[in-house]
């Protein structure tokens, strides 16, 4: 039977400070993917390593536009792109997906169906992994799936915008713009003032919430244009009250806070960080009106990664580039104890 002396005591001691040390280094190591859109949150591990396996999992016949963007904004979000970050081979699965999407609606053969919003979702997603991985040959697929949506808009007898297509559409104008992307940035601000300027279609029991976010994309469509507000209103206009129950609402505040100060992104931070306590036992955040607990939970990672990646002094993407890791950064789990130390 072991004898526990003074010295195997503290040896024991030594050797537990030293698991704890390496422990705690791997959780910083964790933090260390960050991107101009947003930044890894530890506290979220478990729920972005469930992504990463549906996203592994899930055979190409089964997945759709929608979700596909989703989830690959969620891993933009928590700071991956499509040259380094813990998730980038999950975010280039994603990736070429959607190009083979858009490429067969292209070409019209085999091509999926799409409807108005998930196709400006996708040029989002093409548009903002563009811009975060620097991949300039994405940009024939983001002028590739604006064309193949933006007749549905001029269609004889086509209702305008919805509230939906007219946030999406504020998004994509704004990351056009940040894309330098002018000629393509006029058609679809054009269509956004659209649809800002329409009645938008409410029911009785989304009254409030449609009409909210109605009024923060006409805002966000504003802001594109090139109007100019004071921070604390944008961020009045953008976020939600309760942003569980409106996602796509909190992304477009999400998406604003990182052009505010640094005194607002910090304080800002502080109404955020409760919503990681809200996941269920199942590390994913319950399903949101018809959005399910899995696109959901992308949306809600995309929103919490904007808002800590940019909760410190850095607006903009010199900023940016100034703090992450150099382009052919590793996987610091996978460097040796020598590079580590």
Same mark, same amino acid.
């Given at each position: 039977?072991?004898r526990? =002396? @003074?010295?195997?005591?503290?040896? &024991?001691?030594?050797?537990?400070?030293?698991?704890?040390?390496?422990?705690?280094?791997? $959780?910083?190591s964790?933090?260390l993917?960050?991107?101009?859109?947003?930044s890894?949150?530890?506290?979220?591990?478990?729920?972005? @390593?469930?992504l990463?396996?549906?996203?592994?999992? +899930?055979?190409?016949?089964?997945?759709?536009?929608? =979700?596909?963007?989703?989830q690959?904004?969620?891993?933009s979000?928590?700071? !991956?792109?499509m040259?380094?970050?813990?998730?980038?081979?999950e975010?280039? %699965?994603?990736?070429?997906w959607?190009?083979?999407q858009?490429?067969?609606l +292209?070409?019209?053969?085999n091509?999926?169906?799409?409807?108005?919003?998930? #196709?400006?979702?996708?040029a989002?997603?093409? +548009?903002?992994?563009?811009?975060?991985?620097e991949?300039?040959?994405?940009?024939?697929?983001?002028?590739?799936?604006?064309?193949?949506?933006?007749? %549905?808009?001029?269609?004889?007898?086509?209702?305008?915008?919805?509230?939906?297509?007219?946030?999406?559409?504020?998004?994509l104008?704004? !990351? @056009?713009?940040?894309?330098?992307?002018?000629?393509? @940035?006029?058609? $679809?601000?054009a269509?956004?003032?659209?649809g800002?300027?329409? /009645?938008?279609?409410? =029911?009785?029991? /989304?009254?409030?919430?449609?009409?909210?976010?109605?009024?923060?994309?006409?805002?966000?469509?504003?802001?594109?244009?090139g109007?100019?507000?004071?921070?604390?209103l /944008?961020?009045?206009?953008?976020?939600?009250?309760?942003?569980?129950?409106?996602p *796509?609402?909190?992304? &477009?505040?999400?998406?604003?806070?990182?052009? &505010?100060?640094a005194?607002?992104? /910090?304080?800002?931070?502080?109404?955020?960080?409760? *919503?990681?306590?809200?996941?269920?036992?199942s590390?994913?955040w319950?399903?949101? #009106?018809k959005?399910?607990?899995?696109? =959901?939970?992308a949306?809600? &990672?995309?929103?919490i #990664?904007?808002?800590h #990646?940019?909760? +410190?002094?850095?607006?903009? !993407?010199s900023?940016? %580039?100034?703090a992450?890791?150099?382009?052919?950064?590793?996987?610091?789990?996978?460097?040796?104890?020598r590079?580590?130390?």
């Amino acid at each position: 039977m072991l004898r526990l =002396t @003074l010295p195997l005591i503290a040896c &024991l001691a030594g050797l537990t400070s030293v698991a704890s040390a390496q422990v705690d280094a791997h $959780v910083h190591s964790l933090a260390l993917p960050r991107t101009a859109l947003g930044s890894y949150v530890p506290e979220l591990h478990s729920t972005v @390593l469930t992504l990463a396996v549906v996203i592994a999992d +899930t055979p190409n016949q089964d997945r759709d536009i929608a =979700t596909a963007a989703w989830q690959a904004l969620a891993l933009s979000g928590m700071g !991956s792109n499509m040259r380094y970050g813990h998730h980038k081979t999950e975010l280039k %699965k994603l990736i070429v997906w959607l190009t083979r999407q858009q490429t067969a609606l +292209t070409d019209n053969i085999n091509a999926p169906r799409l409807d108005r919003a998930d #196709g400006v979702l996708m040029a989002l997603a093409f +548009t903002r992994i563009g811009v975060e991985s620097e991949y300039k040959l994405l940009n024939r697929f983001i002028e590739g799936s604006i064309k193949s949506w933006l007749p %549905k808009f001029a269609e004889r007898d086509a209702r305008p915008p919805t509230t939906e297509e007219t946030a999406l559409l504020a998004l994509l104008a704004q !990351s @056009l713009k940040q894309a330098n992307q002018p000629r393509l @940035l006029q058609q $679809v601000l054009a269509l956004a003032k659209r649809g800002a300027a329409a /009645t938008p279609t409410t =029911t009785a029991t /989304t009254t409030g919430q449609t009409l909210r976010l109605h009024a923060a994309a006409r805002h966000c469509v504003e802001l594109a244009a090139g109007a100019q507000y004071p921070p604390e209103l /944008t961020l009045a206009q953008c976020w939600p009250d309760d942003a569980l129950a409106a996602p *796509l609402h909190a992304w &477009l505040g999400a998406f604003q806070v990182r052009t &505010l100060p640094a005194s607002v992104r /910090t304080a800002h931070w502080q109404r955020v960080q409760p *919503l990681i306590a809200k996941r269920q036992a199942s590390h994913l955040w319950p399903k949101s #009106g018809k959005r399910d607990a899995m696109t =959901t939970s992308a949306m809600m &990672l995309a929103v919490i #990664g904007m808002c800590h #990646g940019n909760k +410190t002094d850095r607006n903009d !993407s010199s900023a940016a %580039k100034a703090a992450d890791p150099p382009r052919d950064h590793k996987d610091p789990r996978k460097q040796s104890k020598r590079q580590r130390l």
